[in-house]
């Protein structure tokens, strides 16, 4: 597990400030070009920089253990970016930087890049953010899908929150399958090989997530690698 530790830093602060200040007089829906391509969810946005421009109007709101937040995309400098705020404490955490898992500690360097450049990652990398409780525990977890527009490569982090930050509790991933979408039910995530009609589901289990293909394999870096 790869913990995601609160941002503390003045100036990514002063940041993401800017950036919700920026949508407050937006209207909360996201253009038509946007597509959704996580089923089985309920509470989502969705978000392009090349649609939706760098600073999105829309945002996710989430309760967990009775705390309220709030979860947003936006774009900075070379890099698209997911944070959550916890509203009543006010901190805010970065969860994605340049398309990838903010991290302080740990690598996730198995995973591939999606949806990126030499430069940073692409304005036409899209997202769905969503909530989900994938435990079974009553309080959801957020859910950052990501997909190169090319259809390249497609990837799914899940997260809890914890009350010391946000964990990193699985990521699926899908590279040169042709795969750019996925379903979710209960504790599962589910990505189709159209061209081998090959299930790959990931579900919930004692802290992680199992894999297992409908052709019983049981390594999903064959997805990517």
Not at 160 to 174: E, F, P, R
Not at 187 to 206: G, I, L, P, R
Request: with cysteine.
């Amino acid at each position: 597990m790869v913990k995601i530790a609160h941002i503390a830093v003045t100036i990514l602060t002063v940041l993401i400030d800017c950036f919700v200040a920026g949508a407050a007089d937006k209207t909360a829906a996201t253009k038509s070009q946007d597509e959704n391509f996580v089923s089985g969810i309920e509470n989502y946005i969705m978000y392009c920089p090349q649609n939706d421009g760098e600073n999105s109007s829309a945002k996710l709101s989430f309760a967990i253990g009775g705390s309220s937040f709030e979860a947003l995309a936006f774009y900075y400098q070379k890099g698209s970016c997911v944070s959550v705020n916890d509203l009543a404490s006010g901190q805010k955490t970065l969860l994605i930087e340049n398309g990838r898992i903010f991290q302080s500690a740990g690598s996730k360097a198995n995973y591939p890049n999606i949806g990126t450049a030499s430069d940073g990652s692409l304005k036409t990398t899209e997202y769905v953010i969503g909530s989900h409780d994938f435990t079974g525990d009553n309080s959801p977890e957020i859910l950052i899908a990501i997909r190169d527009k090319s259809g390249d490569g497609f990837i799914v982090n899940v997260m809890k929150y914890s009350g010391d930050g946000w964990t990193v509790i699985g990521q699926m991933a899908a590279v040169g399958k042709g795969i750019t979408s996925c379903r979710v039910f209960r504790q599962t995530v589910s990505f189709k090989d159209s061209a081998s009609s090959v299930m790959h589901t990931w579900t919930y289990h004692n802290g992680a997530f199992d894999y297992l293909a409908s052709n019983h394999g049981t390594d999903p870096t064959v997805l990517f690698k």
